[in-house]
Nanobody, 124 residues
Framework: QVQLVESGGGSVQTGGSLRLSCANSGNSYSMDCMGWFRQAPGKEREGVAIIDGDGSTDYADSVKGRFTISRGNTKNTLYLQLNSLKPEDTAMYYC??????????????????WGQGTQVTVSS
């Protein structure tokens, strides 16, 4: 069974940085599409960034130039480097994955596997 576990969240001040990690601890199968989503209280879950099996990425406009998504050597580990953080980045950040690289799009409906989330809080 696929089991995604996020880590690396925390509280930082505006302009600070965090590095989030996501590991598939359930099995050794590679995921050809993985992504990071976030959800703030009262808002719907939004796609932050995705990366496919070939390393192609797609970012939300609000994080371009500040966040970087990457994968580990096994492709079962996902990272998100968050730089120049702003208070509006405050949210629960979720790791998501799908086995097929087809339809690798930055929308929650395309991802069947999800982690429990890690909280990112950015203060003024």
């Amino acid at each position: 069974q696929v089991q995604l576990v996020e880590s690396g969240g925390g509280s930082v001040q505006t302009g600070g940085s965090l590095r989030l990690s996501c590991a598939n601890s359930g099995n050794s199968y590679s995921m050809d599409c993985m992504g990071w989503f976030r959800q703030a209280p009262g808002k719907e879950r939004e796609g932050v960034a995705i990366i496919d099996g070939d390393g192609s990425t797609d970012y939300a406009d609000s994080v371009k130039g500040r966040f970087t998504i990457s994968r580990g050597n096994t492709k079962n580990t996902l990272y998100l480097q968050l730089n120049s953080l702003k208070p509006e980045d405050t949210a629960m950040y979720y790791c998501a994955a799908r086995r097929s690289g087809l339809y690798c799009r930055r929308s929650p409906e395309y991802f069947p596997y999800w982690g429990q989330g890690t909280q990112v809080t950015v203060s003024s």
